[in-house]
Nanobody
Framework: QVQLVESGGGLVQPGGSLRLSCAAS????????VGWFRRAPGKGREPVSC????????YYADSVKGRFTIYRDNAKNAVYLQMNSLKPEDTAVYYC??????????????????????WGKGALVTVSS
């Protein structure tokens, strides 16, 4: 099984940037579709961005499109979420999650569904002045 640990969260001013890291152990993360999800105060979990295993296809929620970028660094067995132009409404606990590639047909569908097999414990991002 793969274990996932998020890092890079913190407090940032509106308009600022943060990079979240999802570090994996126990397996090769390149063999998994990986997604970032978030839970804002008083709200349910929502997909943010996901990346496929086979061809690197990505999905972004409309709310973050053009501001966030998901990418892999296979040498570090990690996936990152670069977050730019942060807004107060981005404040949330961000979770990294993974699904074996052979169980994913459409990265968009999987990301929207959110039914990943493996989850990290989350990293808090607070956007406030």
């Amino acid at each position: 099984q793969v274990q996932l640990v998020e890092s890079g969260g913190g407090l940032v001013q509106p308009g600022g940037s943060l990079r979240l890291s999802c570090a994996a152990s126990g397996s090769t993360l390149d063999n998994y579709a990986v997604g970032w999800f978030r839970r804002a105060p008083g709200k349910g979990r929502e997909p943010v961005s996901c990346i496929s295993s086979s061809d690197g296809s990505t999905y972004y929620a409309d709310s973050v499109k053009g501001r966030f970028t998901i990418y892999r660094d296979n040498a570090k067995n990690a996936v990152y979420l670069q977050m730019n132009s942060l807004k107060p409404e981005d404040t949330a606990v961000y979770y990294c999650a993974a699904e074996p590639y052979y169980e994913v047909y459409s990265i968009q569908a999987k990301c929207i569904e959110g039914g990943m097999d493996y989850w990290g414990k989350g990293a808090l991002v607070t956007v406030s002045s």
